[in-house]
């Protein structure tokens, strides 16, 4: 079965929305936004995310408190549990309008200008929560190295250095950044003249139809996109 290019485009965006999404939302749960290691004592690692604390002991493994109070957290953190937040309602909702809008999803009376407009929508939509997740990682790393660097701050004092979650975190706002890209470029593509594979079924005759008597494509129930 022959594939459009918009439809390729379509699938890749949704695709790489859908991975985008599940990156964020594991972003948002990991402890490992902040570690550090102590000189004194180098057996414990202390790690902090955007709910709770941890301490990893190699003897007895780790030990995890969620925060008491989200006025007492750092500004960086409130920032960021914002931001994840929304970003997870701006692309789980993207990637539902870019679905809908795409040829592979039929519906009756849908006609091609509305599904233009959804597949648009949703890669913008998408591209919104690419930056609402790159800001608040970028925003704890930019944190991160003001402190670490900062000659106020005694020698002895330990410093908090990246997390594993911040790598993840950029990742996750690439690919959200890359899914919207496509979904509008697909979105902006004009119509083709070769027919959808998705809608090629109905232009066929019906199995039932008597010898001899011609299919004239009145009963189609979808348009090509």
């Known amino acids: 079965m022959a594939w459009s290019v918009r439809g390729r485009l379509q699938l890749g965006g949704l695709l790489l929305a859908l991975l985008g999404l599940i ?53 960086e953190i409130q920032v960021a549990r914002m931001f994840m937040i929304v970003s997870h309602g701006l692309g789980l909702l993207g990637l539902l309008l870019s679905g809908f809008g795409s040829e592979f999803c039929q519906f009756l009376g849908t006609t091609d200008v509305l599904k233009k407009y959804l597949c648009l929508l949703g890669g913008t939509l998408e591209a919104l929560a690419s930056a609402t997740t790159l800001f608040p ?46 979904l509008i470029f697909s979105a902006c593509k004009g119509k ?5 594979p998705w809608s090629a079924d109905s232009r066929a005759p019906p199995s039932y139809a008597l010898p001899g008597e011609e299919f004239d494509g009145s009963s189609m129930l979808c348009e090509d996109l």
């Open 137 to 182: 990682v970028s925003g704890v790393a930019h944190t991160i190295v003001q402190d670490f660097w900062d000659d106020r701050i005694p020698e002895v004092v330990p410093r908090w250095e990246f997390g594993d979650a911040l790598f993840l975190g950029w990742f996750a706002g690439l690919l959200l950044a890359v899914s919207g890209l496509l």
């Open 192 to 196: 083709e003249n070769g027919p959808s």
């Open 23 to 75: 990156c964020s939302c594991i972003t948002t749960t990991l402890p490992q936004w902040k570690t550090r290691n102590m000189e004194l004592n180098e057996r414990d690692t202390w790690t902090m995310g955007l709910w709770g604390s941890c301490v990893h002991r190699e003897e007895v493994g780790s030990v995890c408190k969620t925060f008491d109070s989200l006025l007492s957290l750092p500004r």
